[in-house]
């Protein structure tokens, strides 16, 4: 276990760096929409199956798995009063039924050989949807380079969780270029801003009682986190439960308002004794709808007074996206110091490492990398 209050240490157990490049996220973001900006959508692609044309589209999905995708939840529940078209969100192999012509898939897989993705790919193109891909290299970005498909090719050798600046806010830059919203890249640029302010705040030098994710941390050590959020922040308590358990090696587990007051608050009913092990993260905003602050409070009253700890992580900012950034960051530093706190390693994830050795028997990519040859041109 290392002590929250030693820099040195926390170092030490840093071997891979994730701590130190969470630093710098808000150079990752700018890099990031940079990166995007220069990518430049076509007109029309051609593929044996037919010339898919690119422009506005009338509905868009965002395929991939874990680490990835996670950003395109945060996407579409900052967008779902503002933008006009259904946002998907596909964690699966193939697409969903009504995909087709007129309708943008963006492919994300961080090391580009994540096999659900790559046969959403692969199907995205068959049935002629305006495809654009983010990765960092992998069978993915050969895919592109053989098809033609607008590829944004991000920095490698990190693994997905870290770089998730990398893998979201390009989403808001090609939303933006492909007409379905106004200023998301100005929104960007801010939260980059926001990030860069936070993280002095947050990090190693800064002591426990004057930085927010080390309190959070300290406070989870041996016990299961259950994090709730609520509209623009329910996608970031999911993304936090998901940190909680690769990084910090924990179950943990989420919800939202208001579903959760419909069924698992009677769980609440338990036993002490039961509930103790549990410890409640609350997201919450200073812009919170009244009807959703009301079921907050209510909720803390009736039932979640009875947990081991009940902790609250305000978001800042001035936009529903800083406030889902804020409230991301902060729980994503604390993941790691709940790891170093803990003793273990936050970057090795050996359960998931063995079911990939295990799924790769069935040799799905190489299959998928012969149905996307038969679909390219020369």
Not at 30 to 40: F, L, M, P
Not at 74 to 81: A, H, K, P, V
Not at 318 to 332: H, M, N, P, R, V
């Amino acid at each position: 276990m290392v002590s929250l209050d030693d820099p040195m240490a926390i170092r030490k157990a840093d071997e891979h760096g994730m701590l130190e490049f969470y630093m710098r996220w808000a150079d990752a973001a700018r890099d990031a929409i940079q990166r995007a900006r220069a990518i430049e959508l076509p007109t029309e692609l051609r593929t044996r199956k037919g010339v898919i044309r690119y422009g506005q589209p009338e509905a868009l999905a965002i395929a991939g798995m874990g680490g990835s995708v996670i950003g395109g939840d945060i996407l579409r529940d900052i967008l779902q009063d503002e933008v006009s078209v259904p946002i998907e969100v596909w964690r699966d192999y193939g697409l969903p039924s009504w995909l087709g012509p007129g309708h943008m898939v963006v492919a994300i897989s961080y090391s580009g050989n994540t096999e659900e993705t790559l046969v959403a790919f692969s199907e995205a193109l068959k049935r002629g949807c305006m495809v654009i891909a983010i990765t960092s290299g992998g069978y993915l970005a050969s895919l592109c380079r053989k098809t033609g498909v607008p590829l944004l090719e991000v920095p490698g050798g990190r693994v997905t969780r870290m770089s998730f600046p990398y893998l979201f806010f390009p989403l808001l830059v090609f939303l933006e270029g492909s007409g379905l919203a106004r200023g998301l890249c100005d929104l960007a640029e801010r939260a980059a801003g926001l990030l860069s302010s936070m993280a002095k705040d947050l990090g190693p030098e800064t002591p426990t009682e004057e930085n927010e994710a080390k309190r959070l941390a300290s406070r989870l050590v041996g016990t299961v986190p259950l994090v709730y959020g609520f509209g623009w922040l329910k996608a970031v308590a999911y993304r936090l439960k998901t940190q909680f358990n690769e990084n910090s090696k924990v179950p943990s587990f989420s919800n939202w308002f208001p579903p959760m007051n419909h069924h698992e608050i009677v769980g609440w009913e338990a036993e002490e004794e039961l509930l103790r092990v549990f410890s409640v993260v609350l997201l919450r905003s200073r812009g919170e709808p009244p009807e959703i602050r009301r079921r907050i409070e209510l909720t803390k009253e009736i039932a979640l007074e009875k947990a081991s700890n009940l902790l609250e992580i305000w978001a800042r900012g001035s936009s529903k996206l800083e406030e889902a950034i804020s409230a991301l960051y902060i729980g994503d530093i604390a993941s790691l110091y709940l790891a170093f706190a803990r003793g273990v390693d936050p970057y090795r994830t050996e359960s998931i490492s063995a079911l990939k050795r295990g799924m790769a028997e069935l040799r799905i990519a190489d299959k998928v990398e012969k149905e996307i040859e038969g679909l390219a041109i020369g």
